[in-house]
């Protein structure tokens, strides 16, 4: 079973930029990979940011992005806001399943 | 508009069965995927499984095969998670969440919570 690694906890100032990872067990996450980013807030759902790697939903703020870095998937935070302040998920498709990263924890500060 | 409506929460005894569903609204039910995600309180997502609404085709998690059992009534656009004999250990909230191409994933519900103590 595929292990998905993410950093536990990250702090930012607002307006600042952080950049976030998700690695795999198995190697080198490609676009083969699919990896979809998360949002949770407290209380809520999670919410889709992005999918495919890259792509952004008609939702997602335009300083979210979304790239593969150093063989990892990264999601990229630029300008952060305070409503940024939240969970974040990858979830990777891989061995023919789909398996979630632990989450990060971004602090705004 | 486009929405996933999950039902109610759930308190059942060890030993229940349950059934929570996941209703799909202001979209073609059939051209989509949906999946089942479990978070316990304070913890991260893992993913339970997913079934095709249009032939249900069904794909479980190795650590949920045999555990649940997911289902689509395509007349009413509702997919259905159902346990038959519940455990303790079987609590948490529940989330629906589209995808489409089977790897990309957009909507979620609201969540369900469920809760199994004696």
């Known amino acids: 079973q595929t292990v998905v690694t993410q950093e536990p906890s990250l702090t930012v100032s607002p307006g600042g930029t952080v950049t976030l990872t998700c690695a795999s067990s198995?190697?080198?996450?490609?676009?083969?990979?699919?990896p979809n980013w998360l949002q949770q807030k407290p209380g809520q759902p999670p919410r889709t940011l992005i999918y495919?790697?890259?792509n952004k939903h008609s939702w997602t703020p335009a300083r979210f992005s979304g790239s593969l870095l150093g063989g990892k998937a990264a999601l990229t935070l630029s300008g952060v806001q305070p409503e940024d302040e939240a969970d974040y998920y990858c979830?990777?498709?891989?061995?023919?399943?789909?398996?979630f990263g632990g989450g990060t924890k971004l602090t705004v500060l | 508009d486009v929405q996933l409506v999950q039902s109610g929460a759930e308190v059942r005894k060890p030993g229940d069965s349950l059934k929570i569903s996941c209703q799909g609204s202001?979209?073609?039910?059939?051209?989509?995927?949906i999946a089942w995600v479990r978070q316990m309180p304070g913890k991260g997502l893992e993913w339970v499984g997913m079934i095709y609404a249009g032939d249900s085709e069904t794909r479980v998690s190795p650590s949920y095969q045999g555990q649940v059992t997911l289902s689509v009534d395509t007349s009413i656009s509702t997919a259905t998670l159902q346990w038959n004999s519940l455990k303790a250990s079987d609590s948490g909230m529940y989330y629906c969440v589209r995808l489409f191409g089977g790897k990309e994933l957009d909507l979620w519900g609201q969540g369900t919570l469920v809760t199994v103590s004696s």
């Open positions: 979830l990777l498709y891989s061995g023919g399943a789909h398996v």
């Open positions: 198995t190697g080198a996450v490609t676009y083969g990979s699919y």
């Open positions: 202001g979209y073609k039910f059939t051209t989509y995927w």
């Open positions: 495919s790697t890259t």
